[in-house]
């Protein structure tokens, strides 16, 4: 799966600083991804709906850090692309956060502190997990067989 598309919309906020839509594949989009400036640095937060109790959780996002980075990394270039565009130096607006994400007690508070800047909260990563995730095996019930198939 590769980005194929990337189209970033500056805006003149504190801490949200544009806004993003990605295209993968040339056949799948996903809008309203957040260029955000946290306490780390720039970052991109995924599009998230604001659930009854107030939380928020994403609609979409990626399942591992190695997806994470190419999709923070090919929306970053495009930010800074669109920033020359207009004269402004993308050193200006603040550098992109470390990579692999590290977490601190810090990050636990920065969703809330996006939100009530206008921006969207950044998910936690989820963390790697320990042995792949194996197929678990289906068994046939009885008298439910492929078709055509009769049970003596």
Request: include cysteine; proline fraction near 11%; charged fraction near 30%.
């Amino acid at each position: 799966m590769q980005v194929t598309d990337v189209k970033v919309f500056p805006v003149n906020e504190d801490r949200l600083k544009a806004y993003a839509t990605i295209t993968f594949d040339d056949c799948f989009v996903v809008r309203d991804l957040k260029i955000i400036q946290g306490n780390a640095g720039l970052f991109v937060a995924m599009p998230s709906k604001r659930r009854k109790d107030g939380t928020f959780k994403d609609t979409a996002h990626p399942l591992n850090n190695e997806t994470r980075e190419m999709i923070e990394t090919k929306v970053l270039a495009q930010f800074h692309s669109e920033l020359q565009k207009m004269g402004i130096d993308p050193k200006s607006i603040g550098e992109r956060r470390p990579f692999p994400i590290a977490l601190s007690e810090d990050d636990y508070d920065e969703p809330r502190r996006a939100v009530a800047a206008g921006g969207a909260p950044r998910p936690a990563p989820m963390p790697a997990p320990s042995t792949p995730a194996q197929p678990v095996p289906v068994q046939a019930k009885p008298g439910r067989g492929t078709a055509g198939h009769v049970d003596d």
